[in-house]
């Protein structure tokens, strides 16, 4: 009858979506798309306005990265790593290091457009991998954006009950932790859906606005840190740095893994890449520049902290704080409970940025309704993305306890660092047309994606049998499998070196970092 869909239509019905379904999630992006060239030569009206500098960004990345856990991570590692907690650091940064080139090379590299890791997969891969990239870091976020939020509300009320008038007369679901319901499933805080709101406001009056707040709130945050380094300096007594490393070199490399999460947030300046005047030059500068200003400042604050007081006497909750009260030195602890306000403060303004012009990219590519694309005429920044951030922050952080659910974050961001040093060497291979051994069996692309996630696997394997003490056979046999995937990599194909800023040692480095990257997402594991 007609009208009535026979078994057969609904067959060839159902195997054409599926179809579709598979070229669109398997497309990739071209590098220099139609849209990206008119965004990039400002002929579009939703394009955004290049107004930061190479101090700008820097100050971005900076402002990120840096928040509150310098003045807590340092302390409580310490106490089980000792004075090496300054060696955990610098190979965490080492390996921050390795990633930031490869940002650094894609950043000047492809258009200068909004999207970051996101966009890298897009160009690299397929849409389907930069469509869960995104997801991953939306999760990430949102919940690490909620989570900042109710610790910036705490430390607020902390500071305000210094007052007498507010002293023990701020109720908890104000900012204190919060007013829980139904068995916790609930947890009341209005001050912490306030202050997102603050922020977002504030982002959405223009870059230029937002870029004056987050480099005021860095500059003071760094100026405190500078002052307590240079006041604890004269407090240190070095025969507390010894031994050096009471509880061996595995509580080093342990701490590592923690302290890694220290430096996420350099990837930030990556997502500026739209509102920068010069980013096929400042975006490199600022990715680099802004990663080593950290690593000189947690250094710095990790021999302080080692050196003032033995680190077994290290308290758990505020380290440094109560190291500069033993001393006699509370004008200090008041500084760093504003240098802890500061820097969160920037940690959640940059993190709100960075969501909204992720948005921002997934509507201008069709993978989300085009209001997420619409860009406001006179402020030039995404305003409906913005307020779409704000709201999903607010309810998470006005509702629920969510500093649980942080502890899972590190997966959202060691994705995008994994599948950034990933991109480097796809779109490398698509410079050339063969590779240096033929294979009759698979194309070398797919050899190299294979080896890619050969690496990857035991990098997580590896992560796995270290965080239970597994026989170090298992180990061994991880290490030697990623090191052979690693020279076929080096061996069977060919890398050409990109326009701009090329990443030294791109087969070397990349593979290097992504098994190390694997080795935290266990290791922090409570």
């Given at each position: 009858m007609r009208g009535q869909k026979t078994p057969s239509s609904s067959s060839s019905s159902s195997s054409s979506w599926f179809s579709h379904f598979c070229s669109s999630a398997l497309r990739t992006k071209p590098v220099n798309s139609p849209l990206d060239t008119v965004l990039v030569s400002r002929n579009?009206?939703?394009?955004?306005?290049?107004?930061?500098?190479l101090l700008d960004l820097i100050l971005i990345g900076v402002g990120a990265s840096i928040g509150a856990g310098i003045f807590v991570v340092t302390g409580t590692v310490a106490r089980d790593a000792g004075p090496g907690v300054t060696c955990s650091f610098i190979l965490a940064g080492l390996s921050c290091v390795l990633n930031a080139l490869c940002y650094a090379e894609l950043a000047s590299r492809l258009p200068a457009v909004v999207g970051g890791a996101y966009l890298y997969a897009y160009s690299a891969f397929n849409e389907l991998t930069a469509f869960l990239v995104f997801g991953q870091l939306m999760i990430d976020y949102h919940i690490g954006a909620a989570s900042i939020a109710r610790s910036l509300a705490s430390y607020v009320v902390t500071i305000l009950e210094m007052f007498p008038v507010?002293?023990?007369?701020?109720?908890?679901?104000?900012?204190?932790?919060?007013?829980?319901?139904?068995?916790?499933?609930l947890s009341i805080n209005l001050l912490a859906p306030f202050l997102l709101a603050l922020l977002t406001v504030i982002l959405c009056l223009g870059v230029g606005e937002s870029s004056i707040v987050n480099s005021f709130m860095t500059v003071l945050k760094v100026i405190i840190v500078?002052?307590?380094?240079?006041?604890?300096?004269?407090?240190?007594?070095?025969?507390?740095?010894?031994?050096?490393?009471?509880?061996?070199?595995?509580?080093?490399?342990?701490?590592?893994?923690?302290?890694?999460?220290?430096?996420v947030g350099f990837d930030a300046v990556?997502?500026?890449?739209?509102?920068?005047?010069?980013?096929?030059?400042?975006?490199?500068l600022a990715i680099i520049g802004s990663l080593l200003i950290c690593i000189a400042l947690y250094i710095g604050v990790c021999l302080v902290i080692t050196g003032m007081v033995p680190y077994y006497l290290l308290g758990e909750d505020a380290p440094l704080a109560e190291a500069f009260s033993s001393k006699g030195l509370k004008f200090v602890s008041i500084l760093i409970s504003i240098g802890a306000v500061a820097g969160l403060t920037t940690t959640l303004l940059v993190g709100l940025y960075v969501q909204?012009?992720?948005?921002?990219?997934l509507g201008r590519d069709g993978l989300l309704p085009s209001l997420f694309s619409k860009v406001h005429p006179t402020r030039h920044t995404p305003i409906h993305s913005q307020v779409w951030v704000g709201i999903?922050?607010?309810?998470?952080?006005?509702?629920?306890?969510?500093?649980?659910?942080?502890?899972?974050?590190?997966?959202?961001?060691?994705?995008g660092y994994s599948v950034v040093s990933a991109c480097v060497l796809a779109l490398r291979?698509?410079?050339?047309?063969?590779?240096?051994?033929?294979?009759?069996w698979t194309s070398a692309w797919r050899e190299g994606v294979l080896c890619i996630v050969t690496v990857a696997c035991c990098g997580f394997a590896v992560g796995i049998f270290y965080r239970f003490s597994a026989s170090y056979f298992f180990l061994v046999v991880a290490v030697v499998i990623a090191i052979l995937a690693t020279t076929a990599l080096c061996c069977r194909q060919a890398y050409t070196d990109p326009p701009g800023f090329s990443c030294p040692g791109c087969s070397?480095?990349?593979?290097c970092l992504r098994l190390f990257q694997h080795v935290p997402v266990c290791s922090v594991t409570p």
């Open positions: 579009s009206t939703d394009a955004l306005v290049r107004r930061l500098g507010f002293k023990d007369n701020i109720p908890s679901w104000i900012g204190h932790g919060g007013e829980e319901f139904f068995g916790g499933t500078i002052i307590v380094i240079f006041v604890g300096a004269f407090e240190v007594d070095v025969s507390n740095w010894s031994p050096f490393a009471p509880h061996g070199v595995k509580e080093i490399l342990t701490g590592a893994t923690i302290v890694f999460f220290a430096y990556a997502n500026s890449a739209e509102e920068s005047r010069r980013p096929q030059r400042d975006l490199p909204s012009r992720l948005y921002l990219g999903v922050a607010g309810a998470l952080g006005g509702l629920f306890n969510v500093h649980m659910l942080s502890h899972i974050l590190s997966v959202g961001a060691l994705t291979w698509k410079d050339k047309t063969v590779s240096q051994f033929s294979s009759r070397h480095c990349a593979s």
